[in-house]
Protein backbone atom coordinates (compact mmCIF):
# COMPACT_ATOMS: atom_id res chain seq x y z
CA UNK A 1 0.00 0.00 0.00
CA UNK A 2 1.55 3.47 -0.70
CA UNK A 3 1.87 5.76 2.54
CA UNK A 4 3.75 8.24 4.14
CA UNK A 5 6.66 6.11 7.07
CA UNK A 6 7.97 8.22 9.42
CA UNK A 7 10.55 7.05 12.18
CA UNK A 8 11.20 6.53 14.51
CA UNK A 9 7.87 6.96 16.19
CA UNK A 10 9.67 8.22 19.83
CA UNK A 11 13.12 9.99 19.84
CA UNK A 12 14.87 11.30 22.25
CA UNK A 13 17.48 14.14 22.04
CA UNK A 14 20.93 14.94 24.60
CA UNK A 15 21.57 18.29 24.84
CA UNK A 16 24.46 19.28 22.07
CA UNK A 17 23.54 16.61 20.12
CA UNK A 18 21.91 16.43 16.35
CA UNK A 19 19.02 13.63 15.53
CA UNK A 20 17.63 13.05 12.29
CA UNK A 21 13.94 12.87 11.64
CA UNK A 22 13.63 10.24 8.63
CA UNK A 23 10.29 10.24 6.08
CA UNK A 24 10.09 8.04 3.35
CA UNK A 25 7.35 8.07 0.52
CA UNK A 26 6.57 6.20 -1.78
CA UNK A 27 3.61 7.82 -3.39
CA UNK A 28 4.86 9.16 -6.10
CA UNK A 29 4.68 12.85 -4.87
CA UNK A 30 6.62 15.94 -6.17
CA UNK A 31 6.37 17.57 -2.99
CA UNK A 32 7.19 16.82 0.43
CA UNK A 33 7.14 18.74 3.98
CA UNK A 34 7.91 18.81 7.25
CA UNK A 35 5.71 20.18 10.50
CA UNK A 36 6.21 20.92 13.86
CA UNK A 37 3.29 20.67 15.97
CA UNK A 38 3.02 22.25 19.90
CA UNK A 39 -0.03 21.76 21.95
CA UNK A 40 -2.44 24.87 21.20
CA UNK A 41 -0.66 26.05 18.12
CA UNK A 42 -1.54 24.18 15.42
CA UNK A 43 1.15 23.31 12.63
CA UNK A 44 4.04 25.46 11.93
CA UNK A 45 6.23 25.31 8.50
CA UNK A 46 10.06 24.14 9.10
CA UNK A 47 10.82 22.92 5.76
CA UNK A 48 9.14 22.16 2.49
CA UNK A 49 10.69 20.78 -1.40
CA UNK A 50 8.79 20.84 -4.46
CA UNK A 51 11.35 19.04 -6.12
CA UNK A 52 14.40 16.76 -5.62
CA UNK A 53 17.75 18.32 -5.15
CA UNK A 54 15.52 21.46 -4.27
CA UNK A 55 14.28 22.83 -0.80
CA UNK A 56 12.59 26.33 0.70
CA UNK A 57 12.51 27.72 4.14
CA UNK A 58 8.64 27.67 6.05
CA UNK A 59 7.76 30.06 9.00
CA UNK A 60 10.59 28.44 12.06
CA UNK A 61 13.55 27.01 10.05
CA UNK A 62 16.08 28.11 12.06
CA UNK A 63 17.78 25.52 13.99
CA UNK A 64 16.71 22.67 11.27
CA UNK A 65 18.25 21.66 8.10
CA UNK A 66 17.39 18.84 5.36
CA UNK A 67 18.05 17.30 2.22
CA UNK A 68 16.08 16.20 -0.66
CA UNK A 69 18.69 13.82 -2.71
CA UNK A 70 15.47 11.02 -3.22
CA UNK A 71 11.89 11.88 -4.60
CA UNK A 72 10.34 9.15 -2.02
CA UNK A 73 13.08 10.69 0.91
CA UNK A 74 12.89 13.81 3.07
CA UNK A 75 15.18 13.85 6.22
CA UNK A 76 14.71 16.11 8.77
CA UNK A 77 17.73 17.00 11.05
CA UNK A 78 17.27 18.96 14.30
CA UNK A 79 20.44 20.53 15.29
CA UNK A 80 21.65 21.55 18.59
CA UNK A 81 20.72 25.23 17.57
CA UNK A 82 16.90 24.62 18.11
CA UNK A 83 17.11 25.20 21.57
CA UNK A 84 13.02 24.15 22.31
CA UNK A 85 12.63 20.87 19.80
CA UNK A 86 10.31 18.58 21.90
CA UNK A 87 7.07 18.80 20.29
CA UNK A 88 5.33 15.87 17.43
CA UNK A 89 6.81 16.45 14.40
CA UNK A 90 5.18 15.80 10.31
CA UNK A 91 5.96 14.62 7.75
CA UNK A 92 3.67 15.36 4.56
CA UNK A 93 3.62 15.40 0.63
CA UNK A 94 1.21 16.19 -2.18
CA UNK A 95 1.27 15.44 -5.61
CA UNK A 96 2.52 17.77 -8.64
CA UNK A 97 3.58 21.00 -8.43
CA UNK A 98 1.71 23.63 -10.24
CA UNK A 99 2.47 24.09 -13.68
CA UNK A 100 0.35 26.87 -14.98
CA UNK A 101 -2.38 25.02 -13.78
CA UNK A 102 -4.27 25.06 -9.98
CA UNK A 103 -4.26 21.79 -8.66
CA UNK A 104 -5.89 20.20 -6.17
CA UNK A 105 -3.23 19.22 -4.43
CA UNK A 106 -3.82 17.37 -0.39
CA UNK A 107 -1.58 17.01 1.48
CA UNK A 108 -1.28 12.94 2.80
CA UNK A 109 0.56 12.90 6.44
CA UNK A 110 2.45 10.19 8.03
CA UNK A 111 1.77 9.45 11.94
CA UNK A 112 4.66 11.90 13.22
CA UNK A 113 7.42 11.13 15.20
CA UNK A 114 7.50 12.50 18.95
CA UNK A 115 10.92 14.23 19.79
CA UNK A 116 11.69 14.83 23.61
CA UNK A 117 14.66 15.68 25.07
CA UNK A 118 16.49 13.83 27.73
CA UNK B 1 -0.67 38.34 5.58
CA UNK B 2 -2.46 34.71 5.18
CA UNK B 3 -4.31 33.77 8.20
CA UNK B 4 -6.80 30.91 9.54
CA UNK B 5 -8.34 30.63 12.90
CA UNK B 6 -10.41 28.26 14.21
CA UNK B 7 -12.24 28.34 17.67
CA UNK B 8 -10.14 25.46 20.19
CA UNK B 9 -12.84 23.28 21.64
CA UNK B 10 -16.36 22.22 21.00
CA UNK B 11 -18.38 19.42 23.00
CA UNK B 12 -21.93 17.84 22.03
CA UNK B 13 -23.56 15.23 22.39
CA UNK B 14 -23.44 11.76 20.73
CA UNK B 15 -26.22 11.42 18.24
CA UNK B 16 -26.14 15.54 17.50
CA UNK B 17 -24.55 17.58 15.02
CA UNK B 18 -21.26 19.41 15.53
CA UNK B 19 -20.53 22.39 13.33
CA UNK B 20 -16.83 23.05 13.36
CA UNK B 21 -16.39 27.01 12.14
CA UNK B 22 -13.09 28.18 10.15
CA UNK B 23 -12.47 32.08 9.00
CA UNK B 24 -9.62 32.77 6.64
CA UNK B 25 -8.12 35.90 5.03
CA UNK B 26 -6.56 35.35 2.07
CA UNK B 27 -9.17 35.72 -1.04
CA UNK B 28 -7.07 34.07 -3.69
CA UNK B 29 -7.41 30.30 -1.99
CA UNK B 30 -8.12 27.89 -4.50
CA UNK B 31 -9.18 25.25 -2.09
CA UNK B 32 -10.00 24.66 1.17
CA UNK B 33 -9.62 21.56 3.27
CA UNK B 34 -10.76 19.75 6.70
CA UNK B 35 -8.65 17.44 8.22
CA UNK B 36 -8.89 15.29 11.18
CA UNK B 37 -6.14 14.34 14.09
CA UNK B 38 -6.45 11.71 16.80
CA UNK B 39 -4.56 11.26 19.49
CA UNK B 40 -0.80 10.64 18.47
CA UNK B 41 -1.22 10.24 15.21
CA UNK B 42 -1.13 12.18 11.74
CA UNK B 43 -3.54 14.05 10.29
CA UNK B 44 -5.76 12.27 7.82
CA UNK B 45 -7.88 13.95 5.14
CA UNK B 46 -12.15 14.33 5.76
CA UNK B 47 -12.13 16.35 2.64
CA UNK B 48 -11.97 19.24 0.71
CA UNK B 49 -13.82 22.28 -1.19
CA UNK B 50 -13.11 24.15 -4.74
CA UNK B 51 -13.46 27.95 -3.95
CA UNK B 52 -15.89 27.94 -6.59
CA UNK B 53 -18.33 26.14 -4.94
CA UNK B 54 -20.52 26.93 -1.75
CA UNK B 55 -21.60 23.50 -0.36
CA UNK B 56 -20.21 19.58 -0.62
CA UNK B 57 -21.23 16.26 0.92
CA UNK B 58 -19.97 13.46 1.71
CA UNK B 59 -22.05 10.98 3.72
CA UNK B 60 -22.26 12.66 7.38
CA UNK B 61 -19.95 15.58 6.13
CA UNK B 62 -21.08 19.05 5.19
CA UNK B 63 -18.82 21.30 4.18
CA UNK B 64 -20.18 25.10 4.15
CA UNK B 65 -18.05 27.95 2.03
CA UNK B 66 -19.00 31.32 2.02
CA UNK B 67 -16.29 32.90 -0.10
CA UNK B 68 -17.98 36.16 0.58
CA UNK B 69 -17.17 36.00 4.47
CA UNK B 70 -14.05 34.05 4.05
CA UNK B 71 -15.79 31.38 6.48
CA UNK B 72 -16.05 27.32 6.08
CA UNK B 73 -17.66 25.28 8.38
CA UNK B 74 -17.86 21.25 9.20
CA UNK B 75 -21.04 20.30 9.55
CA UNK B 76 -20.88 16.52 11.24
CA UNK B 77 -24.43 14.83 11.18
CA UNK B 78 -24.88 11.91 14.14
CA UNK B 79 -21.93 12.94 15.74
CA UNK B 80 -20.37 9.73 17.20
CA UNK B 81 -17.70 8.86 20.33
CA UNK B 82 -15.38 7.90 17.17
CA UNK B 83 -15.69 11.43 15.95
CA UNK B 84 -13.88 12.81 18.71
CA UNK B 85 -10.71 14.65 17.66
CA UNK B 86 -8.94 17.63 16.64
CA UNK B 87 -10.26 19.36 13.56
CA UNK B 88 -7.98 21.24 11.11
CA UNK B 89 -9.08 23.45 8.59
CA UNK B 90 -6.34 24.53 5.66
CA UNK B 91 -6.35 26.80 2.97
CA UNK B 92 -4.37 26.28 -0.42
CA UNK B 93 -1.67 28.94 -0.72
CA UNK B 94 -1.12 29.93 -4.43
CA UNK B 95 2.89 29.49 -4.01
CA UNK B 96 3.71 25.97 -4.99
CA UNK B 97 0.91 24.27 -2.95
CA UNK B 98 1.76 25.35 0.56
CA UNK B 99 -1.11 24.91 3.11
CA UNK B 100 -2.20 27.57 5.92
CA UNK B 101 -3.56 25.72 8.70
CA UNK B 102 -5.92 27.05 11.51
CA UNK B 103 -5.04 26.12 15.28
CA UNK B 104 -7.22 22.96 15.24
CA UNK B 105 -10.53 22.87 16.98
CA UNK B 106 -10.64 20.14 19.55
CA UNK B 107 -14.06 18.14 19.57
CA UNK B 108 -15.47 15.99 22.56
CA UNK B 109 -18.47 14.05 21.98
CA UNK B 110 -20.44 13.06 25.11
CA UNK B 111 -22.19 9.60 24.99
Known amino acids: DGGITQSPKYLFRKEGQNVTLSCEQN?????MYWYRQDPGQGLRLIYY???????QKGDIAEGYSVSREKKESFPLTVTSAQKNPTAFYLC?????????????????FGDGTRLSIL | GEDVEQSLFLSVREGDSSVINCTYT??????LYWYKQEPGAGLQLLTY?????DMKQDQRLTVLLNKKDKHLSLRIADTQTGDSAIYFC???????????FGQGTELSVKP
Open chain 1, 49 to 55: SQIVNDF
Open chain 2, 90 to 100: AEKNNQGGKLI
Open chain 2, 49 to 53: IFSNM
Open chain 2, 26 to 31: DSSSTY
Open chain 1, 92 to 108: ASSPNRDRGVVWNQPQH
Open chain 1, 27 to 31: LNHDA
